[in-house]
Antibody, heavy 120, light 113 residues
């Protein structure tokens, strides 16, 4: 069965960097794009962008350019989200999510989420 | 960007009663070449990741109870829970996947009255 397992919670100081991992199993990793979604505490869902797992080409939503980088290691079926120069407002749950089917870009499989807390 | 607006922001419904959540997009998410609406609905229970309920505006994902149904086309969509159960307490989101960025609605919090 499809599984997305994310790395554990992180506590970081402002200005530091963090790298969140999302390990996929149960399917061919390079056949489906991987989305990233942010949820600030008590807030709604924000689509951050996606990465084409076949080409490695990322697409970022406005507001997630510059400090946010999506990357892959296809040898271990893992997607990464790196955030640099962390700010307090980056405190959020970050989810990776795979498209449901090849023809359905709605994320149908979700990781459990990684809580990133930025605090001095 | 396509703006998704849900209504109401919250609602409380008695067990066994019908719950209706609306979602409006700022532009059509109907793709004319295949006549499909690129609209999905998600349920997020407290402390859980979102769960896809419906895609193509009205297609239930596998395993989703048939009390959940989606309708609408173009810019106006509805999620209906025909007979509310206790486990349906959650926040519900719509999302368009017609064009990037794939924007979500602000969410609708559903409680038991």
């Amino acid at each position: 069965q499809v599984q997305l397992v994310q790395s554990g919670s992180e506590l970081k100081r402002p200005g530091a960097s963090v790298k969140v991992s999302c390990r996929a199993s149960g399917y061919t990793f390079t056949s489906y794009t991987m989305n990233w979604v942010r949820q600030a505490p008590g807030q709604g869902l924000e689509w951050m962008g996606w990465i084409n797992t076949n080409t490695g080409n990322p697409t970022y939503a406005q507001g997630f350019t510059g400090r946010f980088v999506f990357s892959l290691d296809t040898s271990v079926s893992t997607a990464y989200l790196q955030i640099s120069s962390l700010k307090a407002e980056d405190t959020a749950m970050y989810y990776c999510a795979r498209d449901l089917y090849l023809a359905v870009a709605a994320p149908g499989y979700w990781g459990q989420g990684t809580l990133v807390t930025v605090s001095s | 960007d396509i703006v998704m607006t849900q209504s109401p922001d919250s609602l409380a419904v008695s067990l066994g009663e019908r719950a209706t959540i609306n979602c409006k997009s700022s532009q059509s998410v109907l793709y004319s070449s295949n006549n499909k609406n690129y609209l999905a609905w998600y349920q997020q229970r407290p402390g859980q990741p979102p769960k896809l309920l419906i895609y193509w505006a009205s297609t239930r994902e596998s395993g989703v109870p048939d009390r959940f149904s989606g309708s609408g086309s173009g810019t106006d969509f509805t999620l209906t829970i025909s007979s509310l159960q206790a486990e349906d307490v959650a926040v519900y989101y719509c999302q368009q996947y017609y064009s990037t960025p794939y924007t979500f609605g602000q969410g609708t919090k559903l409680d038991i009255k």
